[in-house]
């Protein structure tokens, strides 16, 4: 019994939350229609892609609070590119690398100089934000170039088709979520979050490791700062200003521990899913914002509670 | 990820089996109303016009429902984005929107367009003409409106400064280029400088008047602030070198309350004033005019105000400075 609630937790607190606004009739028709849940899938892209990168830096037990920075100065790299007449070829590596590079300073600084993740991407949160804001001259990069503008839209917003962002996002979880299972790789995530000194022993080496981490998850939260990019088709350097904490919100609601060594992607896609569904729902309620500021708060607090008093049982 | 859609669809199967009634209503629209921020009395205001053509639909027996919600921060164009969405999934009849970008918010009115729900614009247009129609203030005209003020308080000559804001307010430069227009009518005035610009908010404002006053010190006659923000920033500057209470006569734009003290003080000669509450009224008429196929206008002057001393305490004029809010809202 335990087994399964641990798995499906998050799972039955998603199917739960569209169950609350699905009792109301008049909201009904509208909220569980295809074209609503297209609407949250989209709007769940960017959040859902950087908390890949944000799953597995959680499980390694470390933490990166410069994701919502890197996410606004990666979008600023990808306006300046289409600017200056860019194909969607060069943009999207240039856009990822940027982000990965940024990781990678993160991973470095945190592996190699052994400092706590939290003051380390504390600190590239205002570096990333202020070299954003540099690079955009303190203004929004503007272009004309379409060579994205596509991508997180589709022509009909009542139809069945879903925008390629949405896909990539689709595609990548699976990916990710393999990866950390499947490969050595991915273990030796799980070995270094559940207790790095034994990792180490055991022959895994934690430097090269962590600033691997740091810097794949640079990288997906590049590609976050692409799809961003494609939704405001304007390269904003205040953009995604504390989304770094829906990002780990959707992580911890998905069953990880911020103490490192557990964690699922497929948990993190549904808590950022939970996420979006709440927001959307007491929109169509007509809730007011600060209503379901309070509503995603609680969910958070409630879900972890639940989680350790499962690991607690079984225990 | 990959289950949702069979939930999703189990949910919809258990939905189907209740009974939804639905009822042959007569004329009944849903409205959706998306500021720039929700707390600014401003946008206050445009939700109370909104309540207001509400209420004059109701009485010819219109049922008009309101729905208000926009982002948290005015700066928040990815929030503006997603309300905009969720109102095309709720499948409102039109949304009244004031968009926070003439850019980021082209796509999000391409895709209520595309779902058939007419944009009415209030406060602020859009780069790409994808919507229905604006309401806004016509600023040029503000601006005309200032000039002919500001001559009049100097009798038709003497030096005057204007302030510019940010580089790139469309609003604020048509407050601008309708008063510099304007005030070449007057030969013996003279614009000693129109080119500084004071900033996004009160404190950069007040730095960029201490500035100018500084350079210019007693040439100036008169001075044109083109917003809320340089408008109070220049108050400051102005007390602080004890030029103020109308030494140099002094017109501004928009109100808050700090310079409805200073209209009263007699530090501040004139405010060009905007009626959101009338944008949000013409906006719910207008929208609900296009569903009906009636032909509508493309742009809508919702009107500005000279208020002065004098006339501050008219009635009308007293609603403009401190808007009906609880008769509505």
């Known amino acids: 019994m335990n087994k399964i609630l641990s798995k499906f937790g998050p799972f039955l607190g998603l199917l739960l939350v569209i169950a609350l606004f699905s009792i109301p009739g008049e909201v009904r028709e509208y909220f569980l229609s295809v074209s609503n849940f297209k609407i949250i899938l989209t709007q769940t892209v960017i959040v859902a892609l950087a908390a890949l990168g944000m799953t597995m830096i959680i499980v390694s037990g470390g933490i990166d609070l410069s994701a919502g920075s890197v996410i606004a100065f990666t979008s600023v790299i990808g306006a300046l590119g289409l600017k200056h007449g860019w194909s969607a070829w060069a943009v999207v590596p240039t856009v990822v690398a940027s982000g990965a590079f940024l990781g990678l300073l993160n991973g470095s600084a945190i592996a190699g100089l052994r400092m706590t993740p939290f003051i380390i991407t504390l600190g590239m949160m205002g570096i990333a934000r202020g070299a954003g804001k540099w690079m955009a001259s303190n203004e929004t990069v503007n272009y004309t170039n379409p060579a994205i503008n596509g991508w997180m839209t589709t022509a009909d917003p009542y139809d069945l088709s879903m925008p390629p962002g949405a896909w990539v996002a689709v595609a990548l979880a699976i990916a990710t979520a393999i990866f950390m299972r499947r490969t050595v790789f991915g273990r030796q995530i799980f070995a270094i979050g559940s207790n790095e000194a034994t990792a180490r022993l055991c022959g895994v080496n934690t430097v090269v490791t962590k600033a691997l981490i740091y810097t794949i998850a640079g990288g997906f939260f590049g590609l976050a700062g692409l799809m961003q990019l494609a939704r405001l088709r304007q390269g904003d350097p205040t953009v995604a200003i504390g989304v770094e904490l829906d990002i780990i919100a959707a992580v911890i609601i998905g069953g990880a521990s911020l103490s490192g060594g557990a964690g699922s992607i497929l948990g993190t896609m549904i808590g950022a899913l939970i996420m979006s569904v709440l927001r959307n729902g007491s929109q169509q309620m007509g809730w007011p914002t600060y209503f379901q500021e309070i509503m995603i708060g609680v969910v958070i607090i409630v879900a972890v509670f639940l989680d350790r008093l499962r690991a607690h049982k079984s225990a | ?329």
Not at chain 2, 42 to 53: C, E, F, L, Q, R
Not at chain 2, 135 to 163: C, F, H, M, P, W
Not at chain 2, 223 to 228: E, M, R
Request: aromatic share 6%.
């Open chain 2, 1 to 329: 990820m990959k289950k949702l859609p069979l939930a999703a669809a189990t949910l919809l199967a258990l939905c189907a089996m209740l009974p939804i009634t639905t009822q042959a209503a007569p004329e009944r629209y849903r409205i959706a109303g998306v500021p720039k921020g929700t707390t600014d009395e401003y946008w206050k205001s445009a939700n109370a016009g909104m309540v207001k053509a509400q209420r004059e639909f109701a009485e010819q027996g219109v049922t008009v429902d309101i729905m208000w919600k926009g982002p948290i921060r005015e700066d928040d164009r990815e929030q503006q984005i997603q309300v905009m969405e969720n109102f095309v999934a709720r499948r409102v009849s039109a949304i009244v929107l004031a968009p926070l970008d003439g850019t980021a918010l082209v796509p999000s009115v391409e895709l209520a367009t595309r779902a058939k729900i007419p944009v009415v614009l209030i406060d602020s247009t859009l780069d790409k003409d994808v919507y229905v129609s604006e309401a806004s203030t016509d600023n040029y005209q503000g601006g005309v409106i200032a000039a002919r003020r500001l001559a009049e308080l100097l009798d038709g000559k003497g030096k005057v400064i204007v302030v510019r804001v940010v580089p790139g307010s469309t609003s604020v430069e048509g407050r601008v280029n309708g008063f510099l227009d304007t005030i070449k009518e007057f030969p013996e005035i003279e614009v000693i400088s129109s080119d500084q610009y004071a900033g996004p908010s009160r404190d950069t404002a007040y730095r960029t008047a201490q500035n100018l006053i500084n350079r210019y010190g007693h040439q100036i006659d008169g001075i044109f602030t083109p917003n809320n923000s340089s408008t109070s920033g220049t108050l400051l500057a102005l007390a602080d070198v004890g030029r103020g209470g109308g030494k140099v006569k002094h017109v501004g734009f928009d109100t808050d309350k700090q310079s409805v003290a200073a209209l009263r003080a007699g530090d501040l000669q004139g405010l060009i004033v905007q009626d959101p509450l009338n944008m949000g009224y013409v906006a719910v008429k207008t929208a609900i005019a296009k569903l009906r196929g009636e032909e509508i206008p493309k742009l809508i002057d919702t009107g500005c105000t000279l208020i002065t001393a004098e006339n501050m305490d008219d009635p009308e004029i007293n609603d403009l400075l401190h808007p009906p809010l609880d008769k509505y809202l």
